[in-house]
């Protein structure tokens, strides 16, 4: 049963624009949520986090939104970038961080 | 300041054989973990350290052992390779809850 869901294989974008990446989550337990950016042949990037107390955290770029009542989370990119193009994937935790649960990633595409 | 490092990149195995997958990091974090990544599954975490000393299981512990003897290193054995450990390892470590880990860049394993 997955507790983190990335519900879009993949997303394409015209450079300049927006991209929003979604991800959905069943435990509220989760009191912790992430976004990483993974190139092929690396590991996953740390991009931005977000604790259950706040709705949105904003970091350049990125922005993350949390909607707690419907268990939703989305990553924000403005403008997008063709050095945006990688894997994202959506993390979440219980308060001490100690175990990620996280989505299966979303294939993001940035077009020139 | 090299981050996380993990050896090897690559590595074939036959079924049955064992082998030792190495991780260190030199930025004195606490928090240490190994997780594998699966086509279409996102990162599962295997097992996880607090500190020196101190490990515990993840989500998929079947069939690997960890040890955490020094701060800077946290090995993960394959006792007895099978072909559904054909997957790749990830290594991460943090500095403390409420920052994201960051990774090494992947052992990509085959069991045959």
């Known amino acids: 049963d997955q507790q983190v869901k990335q519900n879009s294989p993949s997303l394409s974008v015209q450079e300049g624009r927006i991209s929003i990446l979604n991800c959905d989550y069943t435990?509220?337990?989760?009191?912790?949520f992430l976004w990483y950016k993974k190139y092929p042949a690396e590991g996953p990037t740390f991009l931005i986090s977000?604790?259950?107390?706040?709705d949105k955290n904003e970091d350049g770029r990125f922005t993350v939104f949390l909607n707690k009542s419907a268990k939703h989370l989305s990553l924000h990119i403005v403008p997008s970038q063709p050095g945006d193009s990688a894997v994202y994937f959506c993390?979440?935790?219980?308060?001490?961080?100690?175990?990620?649960?996280f989505g299966a990633g979303t294939i993001l595409r940035v077009k020139s | 300041n090299a981050g996380v490092t993990q050896t090897p990149k690559f590595q074939v195995l036959k079924t049955g054989q064992s082998m030792t997958l190495q991780c260190a990091q030199d930025?004195?974090?606490?928090?240490m973990s190994w997780y594998r990544q699966d086509p279409g599954m996102g990162l599962r975490l295997i097992h996880y350290?607090?500190?020196?000393?101190?490990?515990d299981q993840g989500e998929v512990p079947n069939g690997y052992n960890v040890s955490r003897s020094t701060t800077e290193d946290f090995p993960l054995r394959l006792l007895s390779a099978a072909p559904s450990q054909t997957s790749v390892y990830f290594c991460?470590?943090?500095?403390?809850?409420?920052?994201?880990?960051?990774f090494g860049s992947g052992t990509r394993l085959t069991v045959v």
């Open positions: 993390a979440a935790s219980d308060e001490y961080g100690n175990k990620l649960v």
């Open positions: 350290s607090v500190g020196a000393g101190i490990t």
């Open positions: 991460a470590s943090r500095q403390s809850p409420n920052y994201g880990y960051t």
């Open positions: 930025m004195n974090h606490e928090y």
């Open positions: 977000i604790s259950s107390i706040k």
């Open positions: 435990n509220s337990m989760f009191d912790y």
